[in-house]
């Protein structure tokens, strides 16, 4: 079965909002792979998973580590190949397209409000459609469909 894409655009804080995102996919139960573009932000969106909800706990840990087969959450970054333990959902917040994307059920696309991540965004919105595959766009500020 071909994966659904969602895009949330105009994300003011892109790694909040996957924060946010992943948070509400765990809390129903569901398994999480979040696509940062680089190692640096990769450790943003770990310390942030942390912190950003006091009531929250979402257990996530970085992928290739031990324990990421048995974690509902895991992190990985584009400038490594990323050999994610689930399938379910993948927050991609990378300019590029995800490898690999076809196994997910569902891809969520999170894009910051500057031209610099629309226009990568645009790119990666083009290949899905060319794809055939399920589009569906939202703003994230308001959080409703466009």
């Not at 943003?44 to 998973?49: E, H, I, N, P, R």
Request: with cysteine.
């Amino acid at each position: 079965m071909a994966p659904r894409v969602q895009f949330y655009h105009n994300a003011e804080n892109p790694l909040a909002l996957a924060c946010e995102l992943a948070s509400k996919a765990y809390a129903s139960g569901r398994k999480v792979a979040l696509r940062a573009p680089d190692a640096a932000l990769a450790r943003q969106l770990d310390q942030l998973l942390w912190s950003f909800e006091q009531q929250a706990f979402v257990p996530h840990v970085m992928a290739g580590t031990p324990l990421a087969t048995e974690t509902a959450v895991v992190i990985g970054h584009a400038e490594s190949p990323t050999e994610w333990p689930h399938t379910e959902i993948l927050f991609n917040l990378a300019d590029d397209v995800p490898p690999g994307y076809e196994r997910f059920r569902m891809i969520v696309e999170i894009v910051g409000p500057s031209e610099a991540h629309k226009q990568p965004a645009r790119a990666r919105w083009m290949h899905y459609k060319q794809k055939d595959l399920p589009l569906q766009a939202f703003d994230a500020i308001r959080r409703e469909a466009l």
